[in-house]
């Protein structure tokens, strides 16, 4: 039995028809004689009204049911203005597919919020929401975007090594494991392998890839295990042409979002697609207008949290809410960055509203130059060994960015804390579900 049709997809044709629908009971209200139970499916919600009169027995099942139980209904679908949708279903026959267990963990459709732990220990619940629904499927159209301008501009999808030999680019913040009788690591990030791809010819390749970050702090900004849009391009001039793929990018990703409409309603949000190409602040400047600020940012540093909220602000009132950062100094930036001058480097960022949403630069390509910026760095390159070799047979210019979805999301929808951007939450002390 189980389903014809959604809850939105019926339409005139089908009154006074015999459908099947099916789905979760969200409310029953019985009133005695009659009783109207909404039923939730993937698409929305629909009312069956049943009348004891007619089927007592149907009636008693259909009422003593719990809340969130699963059922299928066959019944006859009838026009009714007063009823969401414009029209009832009134059951003829009831199948019930799993009863849910009372009380629930959380509500669904309570207007009081659980607090956030209570929601994200249920989250198989919790993503019943229509919300919740909603900046998942705006999360799979913007995935589905990437996907379709990259493919147009000629990149390929690869997928690199989750688990590692050495960390991506040195640091802590890196995930320990136990590789039969060796130490192994989570990729931080496929920094490593993407560039090693740009030897092979195969030019430009994107990954949506896993970054396992063991960052100690819990923020609203950092996830232990996100993903992102990793790329990297070969034959490139400077880090100018990388900034275009990614405003590129951005743009069209933000403009698929614009299309779910439904979604945006239900999220209460209006967004305007950006303008191209974004905004270029150098980062002497930014230096500069944090400190007319009163920020006690130094030259060198990287930003703060308060320093890029800040900066947010100050773009927002020239009209930027997407911006580029530029000519970062040197040493804020990773060893693979390629310098320019002494002092400065071809690194970026790329910041929507106060908040880093990428990072990317033209890469050294020139292996003794990689080796003096790892020592400078205080890397060893004998950890890097593999790596290293693979620009020692022929390696082109090259220049990538990584770019966080979850980040994305977040800024996107002025989400205010990321985890709502992800199914299922890692961090500081979440380890489930
Ligand atoms: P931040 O300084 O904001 O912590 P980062 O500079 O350490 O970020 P990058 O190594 O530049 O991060 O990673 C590229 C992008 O991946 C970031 O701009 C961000 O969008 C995303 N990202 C990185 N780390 C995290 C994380 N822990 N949780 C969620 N997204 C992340
Ligand atoms: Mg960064």
């Not at 209904?73 to 009714?80: A, L, R």
């Not at 309570?110 to 732990?117: L, M, N, R, S, T």
């Not at 209570?118 to 159209?141: E, P, S």
């Not at 100050?314 to 100094?329: C, D, H, R, V």
């Amino acid at each position: 039995m189980y389903r014809s049709h959604y809850s939105k997809d019926v339409t005139k044709k089908d009154y006074n028809k015999s459908i099947t629908v099916a789905g979760w009971i969200e409310d029953i209200r019985n009133i005695g004689s009659i009783a109207f139970i909404i039923l939730r499916d993937k698409r929305g919600t629909l009312q069956l009204t049943v009348l004891k009169k007619k089927n007592p027995e149907l009636f008693e099942k259909l009422t003593s049911l719990s809340r969130e139980s699963v059922i299928s209904v066959k019944g006859i679908c009838k026009e009714n203005e007063k009823v969401r949708n414009d029209y009832e279903i009134l059951p003829e026959r009831l199948e019930i597919l799993s009863v849910a267990k009372a009380p629930l963990p959380l509500g669904v459709v309570d207007k009081v919020e659980a607090d956030f732990d209570t929601r994200l220990d249920n989250r198989f619940i919790d993503l019943r929401k229509q919300k919740n629904q909603a900046i998942f499927t705006i999360r799979n159209a913007v995935i589905a975007a990437v996907h379709k301008y990259l493919q147009s501009q000629d990149f390929v999808e690869v997928h690199t090594p989750k688990i590692t030999a050495s960390s991506s680019e040195g640091g802590t913040d890196v995930f320990k494991l136990k590789y039969f009788e060796k130490e192994a690591f989570l990729a931080q990030s496929p920094q490593l392998y993407k560039q090693s791809l740009m030897a092979t010819g195969l030019d430009r390749v994107y990954e949506i890839a896993w970054y396992f970050r063991a960052e100690e702090h819990n923020t609203r900004r950092h996830l232990n295990e996100s993903t992102a849009v990793d790329l990297e391009m070969a034959f490139i001039n400077d880090e100018e042409e990388v900034m275009n793929v990614l405003e590129n990018l951005v743009y069209n990703m933000w403009k698929k979002a614009s299309d779910c409409k439904n979604e945006l309603k239900i999220l209460v949000k209006k967004i305007s697609v950006p303008e191209l190409p974004f905004a270029r602040i150098v980062y002497d400047k930014v230096v500069d207008k944090l400190q007319d600020r009163n920020s006690s940012i130094e030259w060198g540093q990287d930003l703060g949290t308060d320093d890029e909220r800040l900066l947010g602000d100050i773009m927002k009132e020239e009209g930027a809410e997407l911006y580029f950062i530029t000519k970062y100094p040197l040493e804020s930036k990773p060893f693979y960055t390629m310098p320019k001058g002494d002092k400065y480097s071809r690194g970026f960022d790329l910041a929507c509203k106060g908040i880093e949403i990428a990072s990317g630069s033209q890469r050294i390509h020139d292996v003794k130059l990689l080796e003096e910026r790892m020592k400078a760095c205080d890397l060893n390159p004998e950890d890097f060994e593999s790596y290293l070799k693979a620009f020692k047979y022929g390696m082109p210019p090259h220049g990538g960015f990584g770019f966080g979805i979850e980040r994305f999301l977040m800024e996107l929808l002025d989400i205010k804390n990321i985890r709502e951007c992800i199914l299922f939450p890692r961090d500081r002390t979440r380890l489930t579900p």
